[in-house]
């Protein structure tokens, strides 16, 4: 069951869409909804100050990693200027400068005469962002951070393969005509070269001051996905739970909070290049995945390794019913294997998988009722039943 390189790049782009640009989109579609009540977020205990305080601008800053790089960057005493549409507002543990505009229709007037030290460029998808951000910001910041993705490299069949791996390459009329409906027209065929275009666009405005971060499936407490979170939450409720293939096959995440503090510290150290933002620092198997999260519940769960064939048989799918997971073999081999050493040497680090398990399983379970009534990833119930089943019969 090795998903086609369309399958690839939707599950790429529904990682990163998912996270940050498709509340966007569906708000675009609509009228404008009355803004939410501010949504406070506590201050960080125990961290030390910055020896220098940054002028930190970020584009963005309300979605997944947002809050928790804004939140990182007060308590390292840095200023903090946050620049989007002011949908989706916020309380913060202190002083934060709010600039609002619309960088889909080219509003970008609230950024022009400023200086910063740093810009963190978070939600971006298409080049034409990054152009627009460039005509106005360039020789206005001393280093632009580009969130990237994985899903800017060519391909995905190589284990281990690291940041000179070739990029994704854009083979329309022009990259800067796409829009966010030519990307979901095109099945998301066109979300990783328009991240890589986007990434060299970063590098003809900002020569030699780019940091380009591309990470992979990004989890915690806060995802409004459920990949990954379906995990611990079914584990949670116990029984007899379908997993993935024979178990061996390498997966890799990050936490978002590790992903973000980790960008707060490389602008400090001004670290310039290409890194992929994955986790741990060991290679990660979906069985030890899994048996490290059962071991954080207590409903004693059963866990069934079904074949990749017989799960293809049952059509039931990578990633999307199987959260995290991918088969390691043809075109995604490496799909969950992407070297991370450059990263770490860098200052990259980790949380325990136990402390992610357990505070995402709290976060959940923190939400509104309808909200834990219905998983946005994994596998139903009641196909969950049938395909055990049907396992039980084959084996007899």
Same mark, same amino acid.
């Given at each position: 069951?090795?998903?086609?390189?369309?399958?690839?790049?939707?599950?790429?782009?529904?990682?990163?869409?998912?996270?940050?640009? &498709?509340?966007?989109?569906?708000?675009?579609? /609509?009228?404008?909804?009355?803004?939410? $009540?501010?949504?406070?977020?506590?201050?960080?205990?125990?961290?030390?100050?910055?020896?220098? $305080?940054?002028?930190?601008?970020?584009?963005?800053?309300?979605?997944?990693?947002?809050?928790?790089?804004?939140?990182?960057?007060?308590? @390292?005493?840095?200023?903090?200027?946050?620049?989007?549409?002011?949908?989706?507002?916020?309380?913060?543990?202190?002083?934060?400068?709010?600039?609002?505009?619309?960088?889909?229709?080219?509003?970008?007037?609230?950024?022009?005469? @400023?200086?910063?030290?740093?810009?963190?460029?978070?939600?971006?998808?298409?080049?034409?962002?990054?152009?627009?951000?460039?005509?106005?910001?360039?020789?206005?910041?001393?280093? #632009?951070?580009?969130? /990237? !993705?994985?899903?800017? #490299?060519?391909?995905?069949?190589?284990?281990?393969?690291?940041?000179?791996?070739?990029?994704?390459? #854009? !083979?329309?009329?022009?990259?800067?005509?796409? !829009?966010?409906? /030519?990307? @979901?027209?095109?099945?998301?065929?066109? #979300? %990783?070269?328009?991240?890589?275009?986007?990434? *060299?666009?970063?590098?003809?405005?900002? $020569?030699?001051?780019?940091?380009?971060?591309?990470?992979?499936?990004?989890?915690?407490?806060?995802?409004?996905?459920?990949?990954?979170?379906?995990?611990?939450?079914?584990? &949670?409720?116990? %029984?007899?739970?379908?997993?993935?293939?024979?178990?061996?096959?390498?997966?890799?995440?990050?936490?978002?909070?590790?992903?973000?503090?980790? !960008?707060?510290?490389?602008?400090?150290?001004?670290?310039?290049?290409?890194?992929?933002?994955?986790?741990?620092?060991?290679?990660?198997?979906?069985?030890?995945?899994?048996?490290?999260?059962? /071991?954080?519940?207590?409903?004693?769960?059963?866990?069934?390794?079904?074949?990749?064939?017989?799960?293809?048989?049952?059509?039931?799918?990578?990633?999307?019913?199987?959260?995290?997971?991918?088969?390691?073999?043809?075109?995604?081999?490496?799909?969950?294997?992407?070297?991370?050493?450059?990263?770490?040497?860098?200052?990259?680090?980790? *949380?325990?998988?136990?402390?992610?398990?357990?505070?995402?399983?709290?976060?959940?379970?923190?939400?509104?009722?309808?909200?834990?009534?219905?998983?946005? &990833?994994?596998? &139903?119930?009641?196909?969950?039943?049938?395909?055990?089943?049907?396992? @039980?019969?084959?084996?007899?």
């Amino acid at each position: 069951m090795t998903p086609t390189r369309r399958e690839l790049l939707q599950i790429g782009a529904t990682g990163a869409l998912g996270l940050t640009v &498709a509340p966007a989109l569906l708000r675009a579609q /609509s009228p404008a909804p009355t803004p939410p $009540p501010p949504l406070a977020v506590p201050p960080m205990a125990g961290v030390e100050r910055a020896a220098k $305080p940054l002028r930190i601008l970020i584009l963005g800053g309300t979605g997944f990693t947002g809050p928790h790089q804004v939140r990182y960057a007060l308590a @390292r005493g840095h200023k903090l200027t946050l620049f989007n549409r002011g949908r989706r507002p916020k309380e913060w543990p202190g002083e934060v400068e709010e600039l609002t505009g619309d960088r889909d229709a080219g509003d970008l007037k609230a950024l022009e005469g @400023r200086e910063w030290d740093v810009c963190i460029d978070n939600p971006t998808t298409l080049p034409k962002w990054v152009r627009d951000a460039g005509q106005v910001l360039q020789g206005k910041v001393g280093q #632009y951070v580009f969130i /990237s !993705t994985l899903s800017a #490299y060519a391909t995905n069949d190589v284990p281990g393969a690291d940041v000179d791996a070739p990029l994704a390459e #854009y !083979t329309g009329a022009d990259a800067m005509k796409e !829009t966010m409906d /030519s990307v @979901r027209a095109s099945n998301f065929e066109l #979300y %990783g070269p328009l991240k890589a275009a986007s990434e *060299r666009e970063a590098d003809k405005w900002f $020569p030699g001051l780019v940091t380009k971060i591309r990470p992979g499936l990004i989890v915690g407490p806060g995802d409004q996905t459920d990949r990954y979170t379906y995990w611990p939450v079914r584990l &949670a409720r116990g %029984g007899d739970v379908v997993c993935p293939s024979e178990g061996g096959d390498a997966v890799q995440v990050i936490d978002a909070r590790d992903l973000a503090e980790w !960008t707060i510290r490389m602008v400090e150290a001004r670290t310039f290049g290409a890194f992929n933002a994955v986790g741990p620092g060991y290679e990660l198997s979906i069985e030890e995945l899994l048996v490290g999260i059962k /071991s954080c519940v207590t409903a004693g769960p059963k866990l069934h390794w079904l074949p990749a064939s017989f799960l293809e048989e049952q059509q039931v799918s990578p990633w999307g019913e199987m959260p995290v997971w991918v088969p390691a073999s043809g075109e995604t081999a490496g799909f969950g294997n992407r070297s991370n050493a450059r990263s770490i040497a860098a200052g990259l680090t980790f *949380r325990p998988l136990a402390v992610t398990a357990l505070d995402t399983l709290e976060w959940f379970r923190s939400q509104p009722t309808d909200r834990q009534a219905q998983l946005r &990833a994994g596998l &139903a119930t009641d196909k969950e039943a049938k395909v055990l089943a049907a396992w @039980r019969a084959r084996k007899g």
